[in-house]
């Protein structure tokens, strides 16, 4: 079993080889496999990754950091995978981008309109019972119609829980997110972790447990 989230030192970060708990993930590879891992392509990533964090740290937003990487990368055609909820939020995106003289594909989540009744979902159990037909989400044609459209990287804006999922499964292009979804948490998920000791401790601690009462 790995344990890095109870592991407080975390001596991997500054490399104290010598001081690496039990049951360790960094003594089971040597740095050469470690490295081997990753093709020439996907080192390029990680060194304009780590050049974004560094020359940047703590300076840009999440925004400007897609637009810096995308540069560093060569990404000229961008692709937005966007809740249909975010659209207002996809829309500012993209206009951001287009500014920043990148060409961009946006795909909503709702694109081709299949009935979720296709999925056996029924009309109680929609999200909004009172219409008489939702679309389901499609996030496996979001990717493939924004690879056809020449797309370099796909920036994912707000897919659901487990539409995310389906999405990164699908996407065979490089991808990153924008943001997630918590409908809750105007978009901020950790902020229920960061309640979690607080107002959330009961509702966060119990959730399975009262789920299945
Ligand atoms: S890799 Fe090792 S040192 Fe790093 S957080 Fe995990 S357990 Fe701790």
Redesign the pocket.
Known sequence: M???AD?A?????SHKLDE??RN???AEYSEEENLNRYSEEEREMAYCSARVEGDFYCQITRVEEIMEYALRMGYKHLGVAFCVGLSREAAAFVKILRANHFVVDSVCCKNGSVPKSLLGITREQQAHPEREVEAMCNPAAQAELLEKAGCQMAVILGLCVGHDTLFIRHCSMPCTVLAVKDRVLAHNPIGALYMSEGYMKERLYGYVDRREK
């Open positions: 790995y344990t890095c592991c030192a975390k001596p991997c970060r690496l708990p360790c993930p960094t």
